[in-house]
């Protein structure tokens, strides 16, 4: 089993930046993926960006390239997600989850371990 508890939400004006922590804890050796998710109301959830924990690959959706940054620290048992140049349209509920992949992928049914979430609004 795998826990894992984001951090680091909150309230900011448009063009501003947070930075999202993820930390997991419990069999970590059991995942090779990790990933944020975020759901806005009233839409899906949808991947944001994925890292591979061993080989540190890394996948950007197209809605948040060039102005988000998914990291790992060297223990690779925190995650994070440094959000630059906010918009209002990133509001939204902002999860962590992992899981083993046998291919690199942002589809949630691969992602076996979630977290509860942590909220980011942005106002315009």
């Known amino acids: 089993q795998v826990q894992l508890v984001e951090s680091g939400g909150g309230s900011v004006q448009s063009g501003g930046s947070l930075r999202l922590s993820c930390a997991a804890s419990?069999?970590?050796?059991?995942?090779?993926?990790m990933a944020w998710f975020r759901q806005a109301p009233g839409k899906e959830r949808e991947g944001v960006a994925r890292?591979?924990?061993?080989?540190?690959?890394?996948y950007y959706a197209d809605s948040v390239k060039d102005r988000f940054t998914i990291s790992q620290d060297n223990a690779r048992r925190t995650l994070y997600l440094q959000m630059n140049s906010l918009k209002p349209e990133d509001t939204a509920m902002y999860y962590c989850?992992?899981?083993?992949?046998?291919?690199?992928?942002?589809?949630?049914?691969?992602?076996?371990?979630w977290g509860q979430g942590t909220q980011v609004t942005v106002s315009s």
């Open positions: 890292i591979n924990r061993n080989a540190g690959t890394i």
């Open positions: 989850a992992a899981g083993m992949l046998r291919y690199p992928s942002l589809a949630q049914a691969n992602y076996k371990y």
């Open positions: 419990g069999d970590t050796s059991s995942v090779n993926s």
